[in-house]
Structures are given as C-alpha cells and as structure tokens.
C-alpha cells in the first residue's frame, strides 16, 4: 500500500499474469478516473517483465493519484511492489489475498 495506491495479489497458477484496476468516484469525475487508469496501466507495462507469471492483480486507485506523474508509481512498484510479488509468489505468505505496500 502506498499513498496512491493499493495492490491486492493472489497466485492465479495460470501461465499469465491478470490485472484489474479499480478508481472509485472518489479519485474524481470521469476524467480524473480515466487518467488514473492510464497512470496505473502504463506503471505495469514498465514492471511488468520484471514481475513474476502466474499472479492475479488488483491495483485500487487512491484519491491522490492524479497528482503523480506515472514515473512516481513506477518507482514505488520496483522498489516496493515487485519485491514484494516475488515473495507472494515464493509463497512466503500464507493468507489468500494480501495487501503489498511498506
């Protein structure tokens, strides 16, 4: 969990990864959410070869993510959330859905 985001990860056992992204109203209007979207949907294309196969992603959009810049969430996931889906992935957690943030 950061300040502008959530992530919600589940090994899936398939040979791809899944993604969903969630913006509720209160990110904003409608251009405020679609933005929202771009900025998570293009911070996974640069993470992701890094990421390892095989895990289901929920990523929710917290209010203040329209202020970043795309760059910023894409440090936060090397840094953060790529670490810690390899954890999840190695199956050092045993809960069934778990938060990943610091």
Do not use: F
Not at 19 to 33: E, F
Not at 44 to 54: C, I, L, N, S, Y
Request: proline share 4%; charged share 25%.
């Amino acid at each position: 969990m950061s300040r502008n985001v959530i992530v919600y990860a589940r090994q899936n056992r398939l040979p791809c990864n899944r993604l969903g992204i969630t913006t509720s109203k209160k990110v904003g209007n409608a251009v405020c959410r679609s933005r929202a979207r771009r900025i998570i949907r293009q911070a996974w294309r640069e993470v992701e070869m890094t990421a390892p196969v095989g895990l289901d992603l929920v990523i929710v959009a917290k209010s203040n993510i329209t202020e970043i810049d795309c760059q910023v969430l894409c440090r936060w996931m090397r840094k953060y959330g790529i670490p810690a889906l390899h954890q999840i992935y190695a199956g050092m957690y045993q809960e069934p859905v778990r938060r990943i943030g610091k």
